[in-house]
Protein backbone atom coordinates (compact mmCIF):
# COMPACT_ATOMS: atom_id res chain seq x y z
CA UNK A 1 0.00 0.00 0.00
CA UNK A 2 1.48 3.55 -0.81
CA UNK A 3 1.72 6.08 1.81
CA UNK A 4 -0.89 8.50 1.00
CA UNK A 5 -3.07 5.43 0.71
CA UNK A 6 -2.17 3.71 4.09
CA UNK A 7 -3.06 7.49 5.66
CA UNK A 8 -6.35 7.60 4.40
CA UNK A 9 -6.93 4.49 5.18
CA UNK A 10 -6.62 4.76 8.77
CA UNK A 11 -8.19 8.11 8.29
CA UNK A 12 -11.13 6.44 6.97
CA UNK A 13 -11.03 3.94 9.30
CA UNK A 14 -11.33 6.16 12.37
CA UNK A 15 -14.16 8.31 10.97
CA UNK A 16 -15.91 5.10 9.65
CA UNK A 17 -19.72 4.74 11.53
CA UNK A 18 -19.90 2.29 14.16
CA UNK A 19 -21.55 -1.42 12.75
CA UNK A 20 -25.36 -1.59 14.02
CA UNK A 21 -25.17 -3.17 17.59
CA UNK A 22 -26.15 -6.93 17.93
CA UNK A 23 -28.70 -7.26 21.05
CA UNK A 24 -26.46 -9.43 23.49
CA UNK A 25 -26.72 -10.67 27.03
CA UNK A 26 -24.36 -9.43 29.62
CA UNK A 27 -22.82 -12.50 30.02
CA UNK A 28 -21.64 -12.62 26.29
CA UNK A 29 -21.43 -9.24 26.44
CA UNK A 30 -19.03 -9.03 29.01
CA UNK A 31 -17.05 -12.43 27.72
CA UNK A 32 -17.04 -10.13 24.69
CA UNK A 33 -15.24 -7.56 26.38
CA UNK A 34 -12.76 -9.52 28.08
CA UNK A 35 -12.00 -11.42 24.61
CA UNK A 36 -11.46 -8.00 22.60
CA UNK A 37 -9.80 -6.68 25.35
CA UNK A 38 -7.13 -9.60 25.54
CA UNK A 39 -6.77 -9.16 21.82
CA UNK A 40 -5.94 -5.94 21.83
CA UNK A 41 -3.02 -6.13 24.29
CA UNK A 42 -1.75 -9.21 22.13
CA UNK A 43 -2.32 -7.09 19.36
CA UNK A 44 -0.15 -3.85 20.77
CA UNK A 45 2.22 -6.06 22.11
CA UNK A 46 3.06 -8.50 19.85
CA UNK A 47 6.38 -8.02 17.76
CA UNK A 48 6.53 -6.58 14.55
CA UNK A 49 8.30 -10.11 13.05
CA UNK A 50 5.58 -12.16 15.16
CA UNK A 51 2.70 -10.96 12.93
CA UNK A 52 0.92 -13.63 10.76
CA UNK A 53 2.72 -11.95 7.64
CA UNK A 54 6.04 -12.80 8.54
CA UNK A 55 5.40 -16.02 10.02
CA UNK A 56 3.73 -16.81 7.08
CA UNK A 57 7.07 -15.84 5.15
CA UNK A 58 8.96 -17.54 7.52
CA UNK A 59 6.58 -21.22 7.15
CA UNK A 60 6.70 -20.39 3.34
CA UNK A 61 10.34 -20.41 2.73
CA UNK A 62 10.62 -23.54 5.29
CA UNK A 63 8.57 -25.31 2.47
CA UNK A 64 10.37 -24.25 0.01
CA UNK A 65 13.63 -25.54 1.55
CA UNK A 66 12.18 -28.78 2.44
CA UNK A 67 11.17 -29.64 -1.29
CA UNK A 68 14.59 -28.87 -2.58
CA UNK A 69 16.52 -30.60 0.32
CA UNK A 70 14.05 -33.28 0.26
CA UNK A 71 13.30 -32.94 3.85
CA UNK A 72 16.89 -32.21 4.91
CA UNK A 73 17.53 -28.82 6.88
CA UNK A 74 15.86 -28.62 9.94
CA UNK A 75 17.26 -29.03 13.40
CA UNK A 76 16.62 -31.08 16.35
CA UNK A 77 16.56 -29.79 20.12
CA UNK A 78 19.58 -31.20 19.82
CA UNK A 79 21.38 -28.58 17.23
CA UNK A 80 21.96 -31.35 14.95
CA UNK A 81 20.70 -31.64 11.19
CA UNK A 82 18.19 -34.57 10.70
CA UNK A 83 15.59 -35.59 7.82
CA UNK A 84 11.87 -35.24 8.37
CA UNK A 85 8.29 -35.26 7.11
CA UNK A 86 6.89 -31.99 6.50
CA UNK A 87 4.74 -31.45 9.53
CA UNK A 88 7.28 -32.27 11.97
CA UNK A 89 9.87 -30.48 9.74
CA UNK A 90 8.28 -27.30 10.35
CA UNK A 91 6.60 -27.77 13.73
CA UNK A 92 9.06 -30.05 15.63
CA UNK A 93 7.54 -31.52 18.91
CA UNK A 94 11.02 -31.71 20.54
CA UNK A 95 11.20 -27.88 20.09
CA UNK A 96 8.13 -26.39 20.79
CA UNK A 97 7.51 -28.28 24.28
CA UNK A 98 11.27 -27.60 25.17
CA UNK A 99 11.13 -26.22 28.65
CA UNK A 100 13.58 -23.26 27.05
CA UNK A 101 10.58 -22.49 24.10
CA UNK A 102 8.48 -22.33 27.75
CA UNK A 103 10.35 -20.36 29.17
CA UNK A 104 10.90 -17.47 25.84
CA UNK A 105 6.79 -16.75 26.28
CA UNK A 106 7.26 -15.80 30.21
CA UNK A 107 10.52 -13.93 29.97
CA UNK A 108 8.48 -12.10 26.91
CA UNK A 109 5.57 -11.16 29.01
CA UNK A 110 7.68 -9.83 31.78
CA UNK A 111 9.74 -7.69 29.64
CA UNK A 112 6.91 -6.24 28.05
CA UNK A 113 4.86 -5.66 31.00
CA UNK A 114 8.07 -3.52 32.42
CA UNK A 115 8.61 -1.89 29.08
CA UNK A 116 5.94 1.15 29.92
CA UNK A 117 8.26 2.29 32.70
CA UNK A 118 11.23 2.98 30.58
CA UNK A 119 10.35 2.63 27.45
CA UNK A 120 8.30 6.22 26.71
CA UNK A 121 11.17 8.45 28.96
CA UNK A 122 14.13 6.74 26.74
CA UNK A 123 12.41 6.79 23.26
CA UNK A 124 11.59 10.69 24.40
CA UNK A 125 15.19 11.92 24.83
CA UNK A 126 18.17 9.38 23.40
CA UNK A 127 16.28 9.94 19.51
CA UNK A 128 15.67 13.62 19.63
CA UNK A 129 18.63 14.96 21.80
CA UNK A 130 21.17 13.11 19.36
CA UNK A 131 19.20 14.34 16.44
CA UNK A 132 19.81 17.81 17.79
CA UNK A 133 23.32 17.10 18.83
CA UNK A 134 24.09 16.20 15.45
CA UNK A 135 22.33 19.15 13.68
CA UNK A 136 24.21 21.61 15.76
CA UNK A 137 27.55 19.63 15.34
CA UNK A 138 27.17 19.80 11.87
CA UNK A 139 25.96 23.41 11.34
CA UNK A 140 28.92 24.40 13.72
CA UNK A 141 31.41 22.85 11.91
CA UNK A 142 30.08 23.20 8.17
CA UNK A 143 27.51 25.86 8.29
CA UNK A 144 23.73 26.13 7.39
CA UNK A 145 22.00 23.81 5.52
CA UNK A 146 22.53 23.24 2.25
CA UNK A 147 18.63 22.88 1.42
CA UNK A 148 18.80 20.12 -1.28
CA UNK A 149 15.72 18.60 -2.59
CA UNK A 150 14.81 15.24 -1.50
CA UNK A 151 14.78 12.97 -4.39
CA UNK A 152 14.19 8.66 -4.57
CA UNK A 153 18.12 8.73 -4.58
CA UNK A 154 18.52 10.54 -1.10
CA UNK A 155 15.64 8.40 0.16
CA UNK A 156 17.46 4.95 -0.63
CA UNK A 157 20.33 6.33 0.88
CA UNK A 158 19.52 8.09 3.52
CA UNK A 159 17.67 4.20 4.36
CA UNK A 160 20.61 2.59 3.31
CA UNK A 161 23.22 4.75 6.03
CA UNK A 162 20.58 4.46 8.54
CA UNK A 163 20.93 0.63 7.88
CA UNK A 164 24.15 0.40 8.14
CA UNK A 165 24.55 3.01 10.95
CA UNK A 166 21.73 0.84 13.22
CA UNK A 167 23.74 -1.91 12.32
CA UNK A 168 27.11 -1.06 13.78
CA UNK A 169 25.74 0.18 16.78
CA UNK A 170 24.09 -2.96 17.17
CA UNK A 171 27.45 -4.53 16.60
CA UNK A 172 29.12 -2.49 19.36
CA UNK A 173 26.65 -2.94 21.74
CA UNK A 174 26.23 -6.85 21.50
CA UNK A 175 30.18 -7.17 21.36
CA UNK A 176 30.19 -5.55 24.77
CA UNK A 177 27.55 -7.81 26.62
CA UNK A 178 29.89 -10.58 25.38
CA UNK A 179 33.01 -9.48 26.70
CA UNK A 180 32.48 -7.27 29.76
CA UNK A 181 31.21 -9.82 32.37
CA UNK A 182 28.87 -7.35 34.06
CA UNK A 183 26.70 -7.14 30.68
CA UNK A 184 27.09 -10.73 29.37
CA UNK A 185 25.29 -11.80 32.79
CA UNK A 186 22.75 -9.83 31.53
CA UNK A 187 22.65 -11.15 27.55
CA UNK A 188 23.23 -14.58 29.07
CA UNK A 189 19.38 -14.68 29.23
CA UNK A 190 19.22 -14.42 25.72
CA UNK A 191 21.89 -17.52 25.42
CA UNK A 192 20.40 -19.71 27.87
CA UNK A 193 18.02 -20.53 24.99
CA UNK A 194 18.39 -24.28 24.16
CA UNK A 195 16.11 -23.76 21.53
CA UNK A 196 15.35 -21.79 18.96
CA UNK A 197 11.99 -20.24 17.99
CA UNK A 198 10.47 -17.24 16.81
CA UNK A 199 10.02 -16.16 19.85
CA UNK A 200 13.48 -16.68 21.19
CA UNK A 201 14.47 -13.43 19.45
CA UNK A 202 12.35 -11.33 22.40
CA UNK A 203 13.80 -13.54 25.20
CA UNK A 204 15.95 -11.31 26.62
CA UNK A 205 16.53 -10.13 30.16
CA UNK A 206 14.22 -7.12 31.64
CA UNK A 207 17.47 -5.11 32.00
CA UNK A 208 18.32 -5.51 28.22
CA UNK A 209 15.57 -4.23 26.78
CA UNK A 210 16.52 -0.09 27.34
CA UNK A 211 19.83 -1.26 26.79
CA UNK A 212 19.02 -2.25 22.88
CA UNK A 213 16.56 0.46 22.95
CA UNK A 214 18.87 3.18 23.31
CA UNK A 215 21.05 1.67 20.73
CA UNK A 216 18.39 1.99 18.10
CA UNK A 217 17.01 4.91 18.87
CA UNK A 218 20.44 6.69 19.05
CA UNK A 219 21.33 5.56 15.43
CA UNK A 220 18.10 6.66 14.14
CA UNK A 221 18.30 10.26 15.97
CA UNK A 222 22.38 10.57 14.54
CA UNK A 223 21.65 9.81 10.89
CA UNK A 224 18.13 11.35 11.19
CA UNK A 225 20.30 14.58 12.48
CA UNK A 226 22.58 14.43 9.36
CA UNK A 227 19.93 14.20 6.57
CA UNK A 228 17.52 16.76 8.46
CA UNK A 229 20.60 19.25 8.09
CA UNK A 230 21.20 18.19 4.68
CA UNK A 231 17.84 18.88 3.89
CA UNK A 232 16.83 21.78 5.96
CA UNK A 233 14.98 19.60 8.65
CA UNK A 234 12.21 18.11 5.23
CA UNK A 235 12.74 14.41 5.58
CA UNK A 236 9.29 13.14 6.41
CA UNK A 237 9.02 11.39 3.21
CA UNK A 238 12.25 9.54 3.73
CA UNK A 239 11.88 8.69 7.27
CA UNK A 240 8.45 7.00 6.39
CA UNK A 241 10.00 5.46 3.32
CA UNK A 242 12.61 3.55 6.39
CA UNK A 243 9.56 2.47 8.25
CA UNK A 244 8.84 0.20 5.06
CA UNK A 245 12.31 -1.07 4.26
CA UNK A 246 13.10 -1.57 8.10
CA UNK A 247 9.88 -3.87 8.89
CA UNK A 248 10.27 -5.87 5.52
CA UNK A 249 14.20 -6.87 6.21
CA UNK A 250 14.32 -6.94 9.88
CA UNK A 251 10.88 -8.34 9.72
CA UNK A 252 11.55 -11.74 8.34
CA UNK A 253 15.40 -11.76 9.01
CA UNK A 254 14.18 -11.45 12.94
CA UNK A 255 12.02 -15.11 13.02
CA UNK A 256 13.92 -16.93 10.55
CA UNK A 257 17.04 -16.49 12.61
CA UNK A 258 15.75 -17.96 15.20
CA UNK A 259 13.94 -20.76 13.91
CA UNK A 260 15.20 -24.26 13.69
CA UNK A 261 15.28 -24.63 9.97
CA UNK A 262 18.77 -23.60 8.41
CA UNK A 263 18.47 -21.01 5.72
CA UNK A 264 22.04 -20.87 4.13
CA UNK A 265 22.37 -17.95 1.78
CA UNK A 266 25.82 -18.30 -1.14
CA UNK A 267 28.84 -17.98 0.79
CA UNK A 268 29.57 -14.57 -1.11
CA UNK A 269 26.33 -13.18 -0.19
CA UNK A 270 27.33 -14.22 3.30
CA UNK A 271 30.02 -11.92 3.36
CA UNK A 272 27.99 -9.17 2.87
CA UNK A 273 24.50 -9.86 4.28
CA UNK A 274 23.82 -12.19 7.60
CA UNK A 275 21.98 -15.49 6.32
CA UNK A 276 19.58 -16.82 8.83
CA UNK A 277 21.91 -19.82 8.95
CA UNK A 278 24.66 -17.50 10.64
CA UNK A 279 22.70 -16.31 14.27
CA UNK A 280 22.28 -20.61 14.64
CA UNK A 281 26.05 -20.28 14.94
CA UNK A 282 25.88 -17.45 17.68
CA UNK A 283 23.80 -19.23 19.31
CA UNK A 284 25.93 -22.96 19.71
CA UNK A 285 27.95 -23.37 22.53
CA UNK A 286 31.12 -25.28 20.91
CA UNK A 287 33.53 -22.88 21.73
CA UNK A 288 35.01 -22.18 17.83
CA UNK A 289 31.28 -20.83 17.47
CA UNK A 290 31.40 -18.11 20.44
CA UNK A 291 31.51 -13.97 19.76
CA UNK A 292 30.85 -14.63 16.03
CA UNK A 293 28.51 -13.32 14.23
CA UNK A 294 27.21 -10.40 16.04
CA UNK A 295 25.44 -7.99 14.01
CA UNK A 296 21.86 -8.06 12.90
CA UNK A 297 21.25 -7.56 9.23
CA UNK A 298 24.89 -7.04 7.23
CA UNK A 299 28.23 -8.75 7.43
CA UNK A 300 30.11 -6.13 7.01
CA UNK A 301 30.85 -5.21 10.88
CA UNK A 302 31.89 -9.02 11.48
CA UNK A 303 34.06 -9.17 8.70
CA UNK A 304 35.97 -5.41 9.61
CA UNK A 305 36.33 -6.64 13.33
CA UNK A 306 37.26 -10.58 12.55
CA UNK A 307 34.19 -12.39 14.01
CA UNK A 308 32.56 -13.22 10.84
CA UNK A 309 31.64 -17.05 10.92
CA UNK A 310 29.91 -18.48 7.83
CA UNK A 311 28.98 -21.48 8.51
CA UNK A 312 29.01 -25.10 6.45
CA UNK A 313 25.97 -26.42 4.95
CA UNK A 314 24.43 -28.54 8.08
CA UNK A 315 27.05 -27.55 10.60
CA UNK A 316 26.54 -28.61 14.12
CA UNK A 317 25.13 -26.15 16.23
CA UNK A 318 23.95 -27.37 20.38
CA UNK A 319 22.35 -24.50 21.45
CA UNK A 320 22.54 -23.15 24.91
CA UNK A 321 25.55 -21.56 27.21
CA UNK A 322 27.03 -25.35 27.69
CA UNK A 323 26.44 -28.45 29.59
CA UNK A 324 28.87 -27.29 32.17
CA UNK A 325 26.34 -24.66 33.62
CA UNK A 326 23.52 -24.64 31.57
CA UNK A 327 21.41 -26.17 34.61
CA UNK A 328 21.97 -23.00 36.27
CA UNK A 329 19.88 -21.32 33.56
CA UNK A 330 16.83 -23.05 32.49
CA UNK A 331 14.27 -22.14 34.21
CA UNK A 332 12.19 -18.85 34.55
CA UNK A 333 13.43 -17.95 37.77
CA UNK A 334 16.74 -18.90 37.36
CA UNK A 335 16.93 -16.39 33.97
CA UNK A 336 15.37 -14.21 35.91
CA UNK A 337 17.36 -13.33 38.74
CA UNK A 338 20.67 -14.60 36.87
CA UNK A 339 22.31 -11.57 35.93
CA UNK A 340 21.75 -10.44 39.91
CA UNK A 341 23.12 -13.94 41.41
CA UNK A 342 26.13 -13.26 38.88
CA UNK A 343 27.12 -10.02 40.16
CA UNK A 344 26.72 -11.01 43.72
CA UNK A 345 29.29 -13.40 43.05
CA UNK A 346 31.44 -11.31 40.93
CA UNK A 347 31.47 -8.51 43.93
CA UNK A 348 31.86 -11.56 46.49
CA UNK A 349 34.68 -12.80 44.68
CA UNK A 350 36.33 -9.55 44.11
CA UNK A 351 36.08 -10.58 40.51
CA UNK A 352 37.44 -7.69 38.67
CA UNK A 353 35.41 -7.67 35.23
CA UNK A 354 37.81 -8.58 32.80
CA UNK A 355 37.46 -8.60 29.05
CA UNK A 356 37.64 -11.88 27.05
CA UNK A 357 35.28 -14.43 26.29
CA UNK A 358 36.99 -17.41 27.77
CA UNK A 359 36.73 -15.41 30.91
CA UNK A 360 32.97 -14.19 30.73
CA UNK A 361 31.75 -17.71 29.36
CA UNK A 362 33.86 -19.97 31.90
CA UNK A 363 34.69 -17.72 35.19
CA UNK A 364 30.67 -16.96 35.94
CA UNK A 365 28.50 -19.27 37.78
ZN1 LIG B 1 24.79 -12.70 21.72
ZN1 LIG C 1 19.64 -14.69 19.04
Request: with cysteine.
Amino acid sequence: MALEDQQKYLEIEASAEPAATLLVGPLSETSQEIGSFIWQIIGDNLPRDLHWQFLAITLVIAVFIWLVRKGHGSRGADGRERPAPLLKFLFPKDIYTHISARVDIWLWITERVLRPLWFVGLMATVGPSAESAMIASLQGIIGASPGLEVNYGWMLLYSLITLLCYDFIFFIIHYTMHKVPVLWAVHKVHHSAEVLTPLTRYREHFLAGPIWAAGSSLSYGLVGGVFAWLFGGDITAATLFNIGFFSLLFGFNGSFRHYHVQFNYPRWLSLWLHSPAMHHIHHSYLEPHWDKNFAAVTSIWDRLFGTLYVPERDEYTPWGIGPKTQSEHRTYWQNTLGPFNDWYKMVKKGDSPQAGAVTTRKSIS
